[in-house]
């Protein structure tokens, strides 16, 4: 799988707040460079119980509103679920810094269908470390047509006041702690290793903890730490519709939890 980056504009009116590629990408570098900052400074003032809440963080935002929203919800309709939680899905989404569910959507929707491909967004083959790590990604396959089924009225105010809503919640978290504001900054920062082991990693047979359950047409990989943070990637790759990504029985998918709670 891929965490996307960009976003889709289609014949909206833009403003400083959309999810576009520039908007995403600047966000994303500004929170993750306070968020090195703030690592820095917690270690030194011993301030270890902020870092637990980084990581906290992370680990909602990894299996709620990414896995189990932006994934396997927006991106791949793996399940349905009511209204309440569909909204509420939208409104956690850009938490994640990987765009909004429309630009997530196409990213993630061409890297299934040109997999492994030199029109691949990130291929490890064609892109190289480099340019995964820093989302200089190839968005030649990225077309509009991937947004089928997304325009839905929530998607899509999600998508068009995107940053507003990253601020509104940082503005919160300061309000309540400005230090909370830094640990989620950090966690930030820790979502920029998980999108390297997704986008790259999962992708490079021979890896010392990568395995394959399936033959598939691709190089998708499973990964020990990737799965239990969410993404079993060859697993996904085998069967992209599936909510549960578990096939064997230690390969716990902590999203399919949550899920099991809000599907219909």
Request: glycine share 6%; with cysteine.
């Amino acid at each position: 799988m891929g965490c996307a980056v960009t976003g889709y504009q289609g014949d909206q009116k833009m403003n400083i707040f959309v999810a576009s590629t520039k908007t995403v990408l600047i966000n994303k570098e500004f929170l993750q460079l306070i968020g090195l900052a703030a690592l820095i400074y917690f270690i030194y003032a011993d301030l270890y119980s902020y870092l637990v809440w980084a990581v906290a963080f992370r680990l909602v935002i990894e299996y709620i509103p990414h896995h189990a929203g932006l994934h396997r919800y927006f991106t791949h309709h793996s399940y349905k679920t009511n209204k309440f939680w569909h909204i509420l899905l939208c409104l956690m989404s850009p938490l994640v810094g990987a765009g909004s569910p429309i630009g997530y959507a196409v990213v993630h929707r061409a890297h299934h269908k040109y997999s492994d491909k030199e029109l691949d967004p990130h291929s490890p083959k064609f892109q190289g470390l480099f340019n995964v790590i820093m989302l200089r990604w190839n968005f030649k396959g990225v077309v509009p047509k991937l947004t089928e089924n997304l325009k839905d009225p929530w998607v899509m105010l999600v998508h068009r006041w995107y940053l507003l809503i990253i601020i509104i919640f940082c503005t919160a978290l300061a309000l309540v702690d400005p230090l909370l504001f830094l640990s989620y900054c950090i966690a930030m920062l820790i979502g920029k290793l998980y999108m390297l082991s997704n986008n790259y990693i999962c992708h490079l047979p021979g890896f010392y903890i990568n395995y394959r359950n399936f033959d598939t047409p691709d190089t998708s990989q499973n990964n020990i730490i990737n799965g239990w943070m969410g993404d079993w990637h060859n697993n996904h790759h085998a069967s992209p519709g599936d909510w549960n990504q578990q096939v064997r029985w230690w390969e716990w998918d902590v999203p399919s939890l949550f899920i099991r709670l809000i599907k219909k």
